[in-house]
């Protein structure tokens, strides 16, 4: 039986469709700039590889004694290097949603995936009180930071500019007032590691976070936040959270495990982030 012009015109219409869906993949490509997806990638390892290595010297290769009697807070000061972490992870979901990428690229969740094993392995060793080669730790926390690394960089070499580009304005009322309110919590948190009972409060700024993941997608939400930052806060924040996780393993591993060296540390820790909140507002 011959088609009839209903089919013929049926199946015109199919290609056309699949046509113009080819097309509009093919610009939501264009406008997808892989150069801020580099720089992300790269900072993303930049902060596992210090997440990683303060972890490690925290709680690697110790007995569970040693830990718990660590300064004021023992295994509480976990919560000090999880919380800017994690805060991390919503504030690039924000980034990866401003330049139209709704997925990870295979390749680097894959890396990461595979380069968290000796991690994981260290972490099951120090639970069970098997000592190990300090080296490992080293090992352990370059192993999923360099592909990552490796990875941005070859992406950055072979990405061009966006076929169409939106301009990048200045972060509103509200961005502002999250990012020195962020500041302020981060540079809280230090301060609070440094007294007793830190097990106890610091249940309390976890509280903090979980609030600020519920307003996922709101305005006020961190997703919301990372996409409207410029290179000053997203610089301004690398700064809090070296200075957050420095100060963590000073107050656990020396003798400087006192209220006035964490009062003094968190200062600076919400130093740059309020400071960019401000000449934001200025700008």
């Not at 013929?8 to 939501?28: I, K, N, P």
């Amino acid at each position: 039986m011959k088609p009839n012009d209903t089919d013929r015109l049926d199946a015109a219409g199919a290609a056309r469709l699949l046509e113009a869906g080819a097309v509009a993949s093919a610009r939501a490509d264009g406008a997808v700039d892989r150069r801020v997806l580099a720089r992300t990638q790269c900072g993303i390892a930049a902060a596992m590889l210090i997440y990683i290595s303060a972890f490690l010297l925290l709680f690697g290769n110790q007995t569970q004694e040693a830990v718990s009697g660590a300064a004021s807070g023992g295994y509480a000061y976990a919560n000090v290097l999880l919380i800017p972490f994690l805060v991390l992870t919503q504030l690039v979901m924000g980034v990866r949603d401003r330049v139209r990428v709704l997925r990870a690229h295979r390749p680097s969740l894959v890396f990461t995936l595979i380069g968290l094993i000796p991690f994981l392995a260290l972490a099951v060793l120090s639970v069970f009180g098997v000592s190990y080669p300090w080296g490992f730790n080293l090992v352990a926390a370059a192993a999923p930071a360099v592909p990552m690394v490796w990875l941005g960089l070859k992406s950055a070499r072979r990405a061009d500019p966006p076929a169409t580009t939106v301009a990048h304005t200045e972060p509103g009322r509200p961005a502002r007032i999250m990012t020195a309110s962020l500041g302020l919590y981060l540079g809280l948190t230090g301060m609070l590691a440094a007294f007793n009972g830190f097990a106890l409060t610091g249940l309390g700024l976890i509280t903090v976070l979980i609030v600020l993941l519920a307003l996922f997608s709101s305005r006020w939400g961190l997703p919301s936040l990372g996409a409207a930052w410029s290179t000053r806060e997203w610089t301004a924040y690398a700064l809090s959270f070296t200075l957050l996780v420095t100060l963590a393993v000073v107050l656990a591993r020396t003798p400087w495990n006192t209220p006035l060296v964490g009062v003094v540390g968190g200062m600076p820790v919400a130093a740059p982030l309020v400071v960019a909140a401000v000449r934001g507002a200025r700008s």
